[in-house]
Structure formats: C-alpha cells, structure tokens
C-alpha cells in the first residue's frame, strides 16, 4: 500500500538549514507531490510542490529559501530549508497526488495520500 514518510525534523536556531526527506513507497514517482506544514494554531499550508514534469512552486513565504527536489532513483524527495525563521515552525507533510497543476498543487485538496509529518522548530 501507497506511504510516504518524512524525515529530517529537528530544533534550530534561526537562519539555520535543515533538509526534510519523504521517502515516497508503492506509489508512482511519475505523479505530482506537495509539502505542507501546520503551525501550532493554525490551518495546513502549502510551501511547495512539483508537477509530474518537475515544474516547482514555492509559497511567497519560502521563496528563495527553499528547494524541492526529488531523487528519483531512490524514490525520495527533498525540501531543502535555508535561512530558517521562527515562523517556519511547523509540522511539516509531504503528499502525493494525481490531479492538478501549476499553483493548484499548493492546495491539499488536490493530494490523495499524505505522510505523517515531521516537525520543524525554528
């Protein structure tokens, strides 16, 4: 059955990095993924996501700070996080879906299955 699971949380100080990993299993690395976060109080957002061609979207929040990447011989993606700020604490989930694109990916409602989270604390 279809799981994703993150990895890679961890306390730090603020403009430091972190990078998060999803490990993607028995699911089509060809399909669109998405990362998301849920910050203590409030509703899951989008940070960033990447079309089954590669194409990138990143929330206005993370831009120039983030990277999503994917390795596709392993099956894992990445979110690199740099220049980390208190406000990026979160509960952090990567999410794997078959519909949708452009900007559209940054909404949960277009993922099917979705990991556990990992948590992030800036």
């Known amino acids: 059955h279809v799981q994703l699971v993150e990895s890679g949380g961890d306390s730090v100080q603020a403009g430091g990095s972190l990078r998060l990993s999803c490990d993607v299993r028995?699911?089509?690395?060809?399909?669109?993924f998405g990362w998301f976060r849920r910050a203590p109080g409030k509703e899951r957002e989008g940070v960033s996501a990447?079309?089954?061609?590669?194409?990138?979207f990143y929330a206005d929040s993370v831009k120039g700070r983030f990277t999503f990447s994917k390795d596709n011989a392993k099956n894992i993606l990445y979110l690199q996080m740099n220049s980390l700020k208190p406000e990026d604490t979160a509960i952090y989930f990567c999410?794997?879906?078959?519909?949708?694109?452009?900007?559209?990916?940054?909404?949960?409602?277009?993922?099917?299955?979705w990991g556990r989270g990992t948590q992030v604390t800036v």
């Open positions: 028995e699911y089509s690395f060809s399909s669109n």
């Open positions: 999410a794997a879906g078959l519909y949708g694109s452009g900007w559209y990916l940054l909404r949960d409602d277009k993922y099917a299955y």
């Open positions: 990447m079309d089954r061609v590669g194409r990138t």
